[in-house]
């Protein structure tokens, strides 16, 4: 018998609540099973301080971590996701390889399926496997004498890290970075990823023949590492989940805004346009040329992602097939607007409640913080 404080059993009286509260909504269970179930999990929280999903709850809750997070616009595919389960991994090596695994899986020649690769939970301790890159995939930014940025200067910090951990990039626009894994009370390692794991999609106009020229390119799969998903009160601190990209993702915000690439003024001079006024609209007549480039370009490659109209198109279809369903559809409005032709979509029009339901992922502090 251990001696219980009162703080102790605050504590697992809460994470307790948050179990059950999970278990209530696991409608693949029987009545009496989940009555069972939940006992269990009562005795192994009181034994261990915390508990293991079977992988049926694993995968039921990382879907609904999905369905649940307000700031997802693509989520009408949310039952589509494929949950693997790497919580047995024990080295960086083998984070390193999952990752790997993921993202070709993910990537599946163009045809992108939405995956998330779980590894262990957070320990009762605190410890956890953390990955530092936001994402699998992400582009260096090189810091220059001058202060100006190659690369993304989104990733200087990231990149800066990595060359302190001994990682030396190419001095490019678009390097890839080396991974960087730090598993619990060890130094983080970086691996470099193989490139048949890094698709990419070159860019082109459909009209401009000039765009190719100035040789940009995205990376095809978004697969979001730095996020914490939380289900019945359990933390999975390294769950890197991926879909496909929003086509103003990458060109209405990565290579558009004025911290990332910045690249209107670009698009905007080889249109010959007059941007010494805000009011010709350079800004906006090269966004949307930019955004078409991107649309055009991962279609003839045969790498999946979706315009603005239809992403939205599908958002209130999965919201209407919620509310029919008596499901509380969360969405915040900021995230779910579209960055450019907002009004043109229908979530423009609509009122959107924010609700921090649970399951869900959340953001959490810098791993090297
Ligand atoms: N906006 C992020 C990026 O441009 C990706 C966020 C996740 N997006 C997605 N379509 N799953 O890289």
Known sequence: MTD??????????????????????????????????????????RATGSYRHTPEE???????????????????????????DRRHVTSAEEVFDACVGHLRAASADGRLQPVITVFPQRAPDGSAIRIWNPQLIRYAGYRDADGSVTGDPLHVELTDMAGSLGWQGRGGRFDVLPLIVQMPGEEPRWFELPSDAVLEVPLAHPEFDWFAELDLRWHA???????????????????PFSGWYVGYEIGARNLADTDRYDLLPLVAAHMAIDTSYDSTLWKDRALVELNRAVLH?????????????????????????????????????????????????????????????????????????
Not at 58 to 84: E, M, P, S, T
Not at 221 to 239: L, T
């Open 58 to 84: 694993l995968a039921h809750g990382a879907k609904a971590a999905w369905r649940n997070h307000a700031r997802c616009v693509g989520r009408l595919h949310w039952k589509a996701l494929r949950v693997v």
């Open 297 to 369: 370009s991962f279609q003839q490659a045969g790498v999946h992602l979706v315009d603005h109209h239809t992403v939205t198109r599908q958002f209130v279809t999965h919201e209407d097939r919620e509310r029919r369903k008596g499901y509380p559809v969360s969405a915040d409005k900021h995230w779910i607007v579209p960055p450019l032709s907002a009004s043109t979509t229908p979530v423009f029009h609509r009122a959107y409640e924010t609700i921090e339901a649970r399951p869900n992922f959340f953001r959490q502090p810098a791993a090297w913080r």
């Open 221 to 239: 799969v978004p697969a979001i590492s730095d996020m914490r998903m939380e289900i019945g009160g359990i933390d999975y601190p390294a769950c």
């Open 4 to 45: 219980l404080t009162a703080a102790d059993a605050v504590t697992d009286a809460a994470a307790y609540a948050e179990a059950a509260a999970f278990l209530l909504g696991a409608d693949w269970l029987t009545d009496s099973e989940r009555t069972v179930r939940t006992v269990a999990v009562r005795a192994e929280l």
